[in-house]
């Protein structure tokens, strides 16, 4: 029992130094909080606030941010659009070798086509079963000899030395 007195008076004593501590952190003697102001003066020379304004840079309205907001569909994932190549089919023209004529069943034998993801910048998953890599493309990359020229719903197209060639999955 006496135990317990002496351990409520230490606490009562602990309680007593950290109220008195908060006090003194937060209280100004004469001044209540609503009398204290910063003039455009003290502002100007004091450089530690400069510094911490320079340092946050250029510092732009809400309405600019409130605008970029505005033209976001939060329930749309973000996707940066990216510059589009264009397919040179020329090029894969002079590609073709008039001597050994290309099978596009080989081209296709060793690649499953895993998903589509259709967004704003359309992206087809592939499996190259003989290498063991799974694939992210958009229009315009390249694996192999052929080039995607289209990624649909239920199908990707490719232009393999000419030919156009269809995956599905």
């Known amino acids: 029992m006496r135990f317990f007195k002496i ?17 003194s952190q937060f209280w100004v003697p004469g ?4 009398q204290i102001k910063i003039t455009q003066d ?5 450089s530690v606030e400069n510094d911490a304004a320079l340092s946050l840079g250029n510092i732009k309205p809400f ?6 907001i505005q ?8 996707v940066p659009v990216l510059e589009q190549k264009p397919v040179d089919t020329e090029v894969l023209q002079e590609q073709i070798d008039p001597q050994n004529v290309h099978n596009p069943t080989e081209f296709v034998q060793n690649l499953r086509l895993v998903g589509i993801v259709l967004d ?10 003989q290498t063991n890599e799974t694939l992210f493309l958009h229009k315009g990359d390249q694996i192999r ?10 199908k ?5 030395y000419g030919q156009h060639v269809e995956i599905i999955p």
């Open 31 to 34: 001044k209540k909080l609503d």
């Open 42 to 46: 003290h502002v100007q020379n004091n």
């Open 71 to 78: 033209k976001r569909d939060i329930f749309q994932l973000y």
């Open 63 to 68: 309405s600019f941010y409130s605008e970029q």
């Open 7 to 23: 351990l409520n008076i230490f606490f009562i004593l602990l309680l007593g130094i950290l109220v008195s501590y908060a006090v």
């Open 120 to 129: 704003q910048t359309p992206e087809a998953i592939i499996e190259d079963l």
């Open 156 to 160: 990707v197209v490719f232009n393999y």
């Open 145 to 154: 000899e052929g080039v995607i020229e289209e990624i649909q719903e239920s």
